[in-house]
């Protein structure tokens, strides 16, 4: 089993919708979870960065934490051409290495 | 967020020549930097990890004396490639970690790789 299992996708939106991105982890030592956007053939930007369980907010994502079920997930509200990409999820412990998931492309039909 | 410089983005080499790698932490030092692989479609791919001023800690499977990486100041970290062959043509991507209270992981822009 992987240490963490990312939702495969491919997603196709139409735009305008909401995007649910999610994740599940297993090792509880996890402490800090992060959201990547990749754009192809480019490296990973990272969009949202949290460590407590709860909702985080930055503009039109909403980074959310579940530490009770290990899950995480990603909203995207109203959803544009441009957020078409690959998103990764990354949870990393105390001692600095993150575990990626292997990402899920997103696809925002105009 | 900060900002991680990448370079060359993308280079052409012939078979069994070497190819060097530069990942630049340009706003902030960085004591960790991280080297990955990507094929097309999957993910990141952790091929080791790179401290300061000591020997880089490599992944399982990975190569050390093929993929040689140098981490000599807190803003540069070098991976060279040597004796490149067509099965290293891949997408090379380095990190860097941030310290303080919220370490956050930035990445460069990555590296095309393709051997003749």
């Known amino acids: 089993q992987k240490e963490v299992e990312q939702d495969p996708g491919p997603l196709s939106v139409p735009e305008g919708a909401i995007v649910s991105l999610n994740c599940t982890y297993s090792?509880?030592?996890?402490?800090?979870f992060m959201w990547y956007r990749q754009y192809s053939r480019k490296g990973p930007e990272l969009l949202m960065y949290?460590?407590?369980?709860g909702n985080k907010e930055d503009g039109r994502f909403t980074a959310q934490v579940d530490k009770s079920s290990k899950y995480i997930s990603l909203f995207i509200r109203d959803s544009q051409p441009s957020d078409s990409a690959t998103y990764l999820c990354?949870?990393?412990?105390?001692?600095?290495?993150?575990?990626f998931g292997d990402g899920t492309t997103l696809t925002v039909k105009p | 967020g900060a900002v991680v410089s990448q370079h060359p983005s993308r280079v052409i080499c012939k078979s069994g020549t070497s190819v060097k790698i530069e990942c630049r932490s340009l706003?902030?030092?960085?004591?960790?930097m991280f080297w990955y692989r990507q094929f097309p479609k999957q993910s990141l791919m952790l091929m080791a990890t790179?401290?300061?001023?000591?020997?880089?800690?490599?992944e399982q499977g990975v190569e050390k004396d093929k993929f040689l990486i140098n981490h000599a100041s807190l803003t540069l970290s070098t991976l060279t490639v040597t004796s490149a062959h067509p099965e290293d043509s891949s997408f090379y991507i380095c990190?860097?970690?941030?310290?303080?209270?919220?370490?956050?992981?930035?990445f460069g822009s990555g590296t095309q790789l393709s051997v003749l």
């Open positions: 706003d902030f030092q960085a004591t960790t």
């Open positions: 949290t460590y407590s369980s």
């Open positions: 090792n509880s030592a996890f402490q800090y």
């Open positions: 990354a949870i990393r412990t105390n001692a600095g290495k993150s575990t």
């Open positions: 790179s401290n300061e001023g000591s020997k880089a800690t490599y």
């Open positions: 990190s860097a970690v941030t310290s303080g209270t919220a370490e956050k992981l930035f």
